[in-house]
């Protein structure tokens, strides 16, 4: 058997209960093989796979907070603190009632690559809680958060670890936890990236994965000699990434059709209006469902018990999809709706919305697919460079970072591109982004020893 899948196999057995983990190893140990097995005897006697599907460390902990009743509630908290070789840990914390350690070490493994192709000097690490954020009062919110910090604050720091927002995360939750952390360390730094702006948040930081998203799909459809304009596209989702995606989308002249949200979707033939979507998710915190009362031409479609997730988004007849809610929201099913529909491109927002047999689907049936961990990339790109910010006590303007931000995007593709045809796998940017991110943290691992 070959080194890769003989430590695939490993993986498999060690991490048994952790399906999306499994997923995540499996993909990028595809892609990987060429490489490894160029140099297999080194790899095999560094042992680089083991040591890289093994977490540095994992914590985990109890997070009790008091609701708005006077009830005591108790939640788990994690963080994954995957890999540190090219830099202090970083990545986001995930608020969701599905979150488990099996969910963070992918979204963490992922992390590891993603943040080596923005060449910024960051390792990878992810963490969040299984605190479910729906219907919570400020309140209450802010109870957990500082409950959570209480513990976590121990484990980071601006030059250890550096959390920031992910799935069910914000701007406000990110605030509550700086708050605290500031409290408990009495320390200023820059700990966490998605801070407010009064308190060194970078400007651009809330766009940044969706601008990046579009810098990324767009200089990707140039180089296949396909212009952006003109085009037509159905996202999933309609939180922080789904809104700036489809700003910048709407910006660089395509028409954004469909979102969608967990409780259903909207298709509006006219354009989906994003600062609608910012007044019912970023104001009200409310469902989708209101954004007929305000586009009373647009149709809002429920889901039903047993519908698959965003399945209603994939039928829509569109040339560029953007799945920007969350793992596994694409299926084969969804691949073959969107191919027979004619779609060009597929560019995901999200980590992992596209299932393996999906993604080849699309591979074979030559739509150019954009992997998470490249495509995404500039949430994280941009947190570097509120890092970068917060070290030398200065702020940069919005276009200074939107600027820094559109050039980490093309640089990325450009080096997915460039790994592909290295190893004659020319267009396949999933093999690419793998590859690419993975040889700089080989090479680091490599030459730090057996750590
Ligand atoms: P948000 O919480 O802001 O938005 C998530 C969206 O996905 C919401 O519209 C939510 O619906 C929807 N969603 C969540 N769970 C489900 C479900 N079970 N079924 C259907 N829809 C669902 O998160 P983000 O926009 O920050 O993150 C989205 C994705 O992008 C995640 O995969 C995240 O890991 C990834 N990502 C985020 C980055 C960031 O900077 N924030 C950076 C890179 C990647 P509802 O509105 O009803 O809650
Ligand atoms: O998945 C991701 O890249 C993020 N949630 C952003 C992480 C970060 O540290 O900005």
């Not at 209960?17 to 093989?33: C, D, R």
């Not at 970078?202 to 799909?217: D, M, N």
């Not at 993604?359 to 500039?378: I, M, R």
């Not at 040889?439 to 057996?450: D, F, H, I, N, S």
Request: charged content about 25%.
């Amino acid at each position: 058997m070959s080194y890769v899948d003989e430590v695939l196999e490993l993986v498999k057995e060690k991490n048994a209960s952790e399906p999306l983990f499994i997923q995540a190893v499996t993909e990028v140990f595809e892609s990987l093989k060429p490489v490894i097995e160029a140099n297999e005897e080194l790899y095999r006697k560094e042992a680089i796979l083991e040591r890289i599907t093994e977490p540095e460390r994992q914590i985990m902990f109890r997070v009790p907070w008091v609701d708005d009743k006077g009830q005591v509630q108790v939640n788990r908290g994690f963080r994954v603190q995957f890999n540190s070789a090219i830099g202090p840990y970083k990545g986001g914390l995930r608020l969701d009632a599905s979150v488990n350690l099996g969910m963070l070490k992918f979204l963490g493994f992922e992390q590891v690559f993603k943040n080596s192709l923005t060449t910024l000097p960051m390792g990878g690490g992810k963490g969040g809680s299984d605190f479910n954020p729906k219907g919570k009062s400020d309140r209450e919110i802010m109870a957990f958060c500082q409950s959570f910090m209480t513990e976590l604050y121990r484990h980071i720091g601006a030059d250890t670890d550096v959390p920031a927002g992910d799935l069910g995360t914000g701007g406000r939750e990110i605030g509550y936890m700086f708050g605290q952390y500031k409290r408990l360390r009495n320390v200023y730094e820059g700990v966490l990236t998605g801070k407010g702006l009064t308190f060194g948040g970078s400007l651009a930081r809330t766009e940044a994965t969706g601008y990046g998203l579009l810098y990324f799909t767009k200089e990707m459809l140039a180089c296949n000699g396909i212009d952006i304009a003109g085009k037509t596209a159905v996202v999933s989702g309609s939180g922080n990434v789904a809104i700036y995606a489809i700003q910048k989308a709407t910006q660089m002249g395509a028409k954004v059709i469909a979102c969608s949200d967990r409780n259903g979707w909207v298709l509006d033939e006219e354009g989906i209006d994003y600062k609608i979507l910012k007044e019912i998710k970023e104001v009200k915190r409310t469902s989708l469902a209101e954004y007929v009362n305000y586009r009373p031409n647009a149709k809002y479609t429920a889901k039903e018990a047993g519908d698959k997730m965003d399945h209603g988004v994939w039928t829509v007849k569109a040339d560029i999809a953007l799945p920007c809610g969350r793992e596994n929201t694409i299926d084969l099913e969804d691949a073959k709706n969107l191919v027979a529909n004619g779609v060009i491109a597929v560019a995901e927002g999200a980590n992992m919305p596209t299932n393996l047999e999906a993604t080849k689907y699309f591979q074979a049936n030559g739509v150019l697919f954009a992997p998470g961990k490249a495509s995404n990339a500039g949430g994280v790109a941009t947190s570097g460079l509120e890092m970068s910010q917060n070290s030398e006590r200065l702020s940069w303007t919005f276009e200074e970072v939107d600027e820094k931000l559109k050039n980490i995007m093309i640089s990325i593709f450009h080096a997915a591109d460039d790994a592909a045809k290295k190893y004659g796998m020319e267009g396949n940017y999933v093999a690419g982004a793998n590859i690419a991110g993975f040889e700089k943290v080989a090479t680091a691992m490599l030459a730090q020893g057996v750590c």
